[in-house]
């Protein structure tokens, strides 16, 4: 069990699920029961319609890498890392990280999965590069 002990910030409502079941090594994005679009970040409204019946559902985690950028670190600092905006299959972008490969060895386009790592005692979502892609 990962203890909640870190309270750097106070988090409620939907974030603070969101946050936990990543904790809990699952990924969860939600979707509108109004119009039956994805939605995330996570929220209490439909950003399309409006409605609050957003309910929450476990990605295919597959998706597409939008745009990537190589940030530049020292070694001892723990090097170089990607920043990546990644489509999902379901419709929603979200900002991320490819692992895997070189951080420079990201390119649009690229077929990407989603995996749930810890990170500092916290589930965070990361990408790796999808070998089954079609
Ligand atoms: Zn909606």
Redesign the pocket.
């Known amino acids: 069990m990962t203890a909640p002990d870190q309270t750097e910030s106070v988090s409620h409502g939907v974030e603070a699920q969101y946050r936990q079941a990543l904790d809990d090594g699952r990924f969860l994005i939600q979707q509108?029961a109004?119009?039956d679009?994805a939605v995330f970040y996570p929220r209490m409204l439909?950003p399309?319609?409006?409605?609050d019946k957003l309910s929450w559902i476990t990605p295919d985690g597959r998706g597409a890498v939008y745009s990537t950028t190589v940030v530049r670190r020292k070694p001892d600092a723990g090097g170089d890392y990607n920043v990546a905006l990644i489509d999902l299959q379901e419709g929603v972008r979200l900002m991320s990280r490819v692992e895997g490969v070189a951080p420079d060895a990201v390119r649009i386009g690229m077929g990407v999965r989603a995996q749930v790592v810890q990170q500092d005692g916290r589930g965070l979502v990361v990408f790796v590069p999808n070998k089954e892609a079609p």
């Open positions: 509108c109004g119009c679009r439909c399309h319609c409006g409605a």
